[in-house]
């Protein structure tokens, strides 16, 4: 007994059926429009993926500032942690620095010390 197969069509299959015998009965001038307007397409594809996709050149960009916001930040927050690590160290061994502090921030003075002030104008 024979088998049986069944042929299931596309529903595009018509209109690729169509477009094909139209390229391939039409002169060269059709021909040409459609390839060229079939590149335009894939260009303006090319295109539009690039302006907005994920791998797009504005977020390509706008990571890369981000970056370099972030590697600023970076450095600045170093810098905080290197001069509190020079504070830390003065305040444990440098007897000069904590009376400078005191003397300075706190406005201390020595017992039976006179401390003269100019007002400015």
Wanted: aromatic share 14%; hydrophobic share 35%; net charge positive.
């Amino acid at each position: 007994m024979p088998r049986r197969v069944s042929k299931n069509k596309s529903i595009f299959t018509p209109i690729a059926d169509n477009f094909l015998k139209k390229i391939s009965t039409s002169d060269k001038r059709v021909r040409r429009k459609i390839i060229k307007y079939g590149f335009w397409l894939v260009g303006l594809f090319f295109v539009y993926s690039m302006v907005s996709s994920t791998y797009g050149i504005k977020r390509i960009v706008t990571l890369q500032l981000e970056k370099n916001t972030l590697i600023d930040i970076n450095r600045q927050e170093y810098v905080k942690l290197v001069d509190g690590q020079q504070i830390k160290n003065l305040l444990l061994h440098d007897d000069d620095y904590i009376e400078y502090i005191a003397r300075t921030r706190y406005h201390m003075v020595f017992p039976g010390e006179t401390i003269y002030r100019y007002q400015g104008q």
